[in-house]
């Protein structure tokens, strides 16, 4: 079955530079969430999505963007990259409401140097 | 690639009673950690409880406890006295020892407490 797919699996960049991750969801579904997770952290909520309007937000820095594609799949762009950046980047994609479960892609880790 | 199976999409408790949920997963790796992960509306995630696949103990943290099962690749959150604060969506999830960079998630379990 199709999963979530997120690209790149890692990533490297230096301090200062922009990054754009992607995420294509399962075929259908229309609600795209964002995490992140720093080392050793619980993931933090970023921002979701949902039929491509941003549907909840939650601690993204104000140099992070994202938005939802008439395909669905949604890209977070990341500028002016800290060395704090650095973490594992989880895409999540549901129908409609959470409460008919997520799925998860197995995240892209973005390292800042 | 592992895979983590949540097979309850909807669970509910009644206030004080206690509650399994359920997980499974598909690994050929014999060291790894897995996770219960609780989401509340706010859609934060916390962590509940951790377990080391090397370790034969059931982790437990307070009303929360795990049945670790590797042979059976299962491992079960038991929730004892429930709280109406419970009421979440629950994700297990899996890690690698060796090659930490990925998590693999569950579909998720939306637990609902009855007052």
């Known amino acids: 079955a199709a999963g979530v797919i997120q690209s790149p699996r890692h990533l490297i960049k230096e301090k200062r530079e922009t990054a754009t991750l992607k995420c294509y969801p399962i075929?259908?579904?229309?609600?795209v969430y964002w995490y992140q997770q720093g080392p050793g952290q619980d993931p933090q909520f970023l921002i979701s999505?949902?039929?491509?309007?941003?549907?909840d937000k939650g601690s993204i820095p104000d140099r992070f963007s994202a938005q939802q594609f008439s395909d669905y799949h949604s890209e977070l762009n990341m500028s002016s990259l800290e060395l704090g950046d650095s973490a594992l980047y989880f895409c999540?994609?549901?129908?409609?409401?959470?409460?008919?479960?997520?799925?998860f892609g197995s995240g892209t880790r973005l390292t800042v140097v | 690639a592992q895979t983590v199976t949540q097979s309850q999409p909807e669970m509910s408790v009644q206030e004080a009673e206690t509650v399994t949920l359920s997980c499974t997963y598909d690994t050929s790796e014999s060291d790894y950690y897995l996770f219960w992960y609780k989401q509340p509306p706010s859609r934060q995630m916390i962590l509940v409880i951790r377990?080391?696949?090397?370790?034969?103990q059931n982790a437990t943290e307070n009303r929360f406890s795990v049945n670790f099962q590797k042979a059976a690749k299962s491992f079960s959150l038991k929730i004892s006295d429930s709280q109406l604060g419970d009421a979440a969506m629950y994700f297990c999830a899996y890690r690698s020892a060796n090659t930490g960079n990925q998590f693999y998630f569950g579909t998720g379990t939306s637990l609902t407490v009855i007052p």
């Open positions: 999505f949902y039929e491509k309007m941003q549907s």
């Open positions: 075929p259908r579904h229309d609600t």
């Open positions: 377990q080391e696949a090397y370790k034969q």
């Open positions: 999540a994609s549901s129908l409609g409401s959470y409460l008919y479960g997520y799925t």
